[in-house]
């Protein structure tokens, strides 16, 4: 079955590095998405990975992939406290009876990210 | 250009009654899709549109969840016999063609509250 798994809660210094961290089970997934979550506000769409790649960047965001350990990661530079916010990684898959690509989103519990002074 | 938007952006009712959210989808993208997001979790699918039919329903979670897209653009997600486990935050997404990984555009959600 499908499963994401991320830790919940990471907390850096404004200025530092984030390292967001998620794990996912089907080894089958093709694209990988970081989304951010702020109060009150829907999911935005950070970036995505496509799986015959292992890093992609971003001006402040790096996203790396092992899809041998099935891991996926999220680097923000120069963390600022505009950042902090909920991150969910999410995983593409094909639900029953859906041919010719990815109907939906698997996602984990989210990461909340505090940044503090 | 606008949004994915959805009313109302909260609703209260009493544990038996029946909820209708609304969702309008961005101007032209033929997929819709339907989450739940409950209090410290992330979104859970819940239904697929591609056009006006459901391609996926696997995610709907009993027979008092239902939704429709009638003219395959405004979708309206009813449930009946609400349960106070209902209560949640029901997000809304559409995306330009759907059944590829194009990018699913997110509402602001209505936040469900089943007293």
């Known amino acids: 079955g499908e499963d994401v798994e991320q830790s919940l809660f990471l907390s850096v210094r404004e200025g530092d590095s984030s390292v967001i961290n998620c794990t996912y089970t089907d080894s089958s997934s093709t694209y990988l998405y970081w989304y951010k979550q702020e109060p009150g506000a829907g999911l935005q769409l950070l970036t995505y990975?496509?799986?015959?790649?292992d890093m992609k960047q971003d001006q402040r965001l790096t996203v790396l992939l092992n899809k041998k350990d099935k891991h996926l990661s999220l680097r923000i530079a120069d963390t600022q406290t505009g950042d902090s916010a909920i991150y969910f990684c999410a995983e593409a898959y094909r639900g029953p009876r859906i041919s010719g690509g990815y109907n939906k989103l698997i996602f984990g519990a989210g990461t909340r990210l505090a940044v503090h002074p | 250009g606008a949004g994915v938007s959805q009313t109302p952006s909260n609703k209260v009712t009493e544990k038996g009654k029946y909820v209708e959210l609304r969702c309008d989808p961005i101007s032209g993208h033929t997929a819709l899709y339907w989450y739940r997001q409950s209090l410290g979790q992330g979104p859970e699918f819940l239904i697929y549109?591609?056009?006006?039919?459901?391609?996926?329903d696997s995610g709907l979670p009993n027979d008092r969840f239902f939704a429709v897209r009638p003219e395959g653009s405004v979708s309206t997600l009813k449930i009946q016999r609400t349960e106070r486990g209902d209560s949640a935050v029901y997000l809304c997404?559409?995306?330009?063609?759907?059944?590829?990984?194009?990018?699913?555009?997110f509402g602001p959600g209505t936040r469900l509250t089943v007293l």
């Open positions: 990975i496509f799986s015959n790649m």
């Open positions: 997404a559409s995306s330009l063609l759907g059944g590829t990984t194009d990018t699913q555009y």
């Open positions: 549109f591609q056009g006006t039919g459901a391609a996926d």
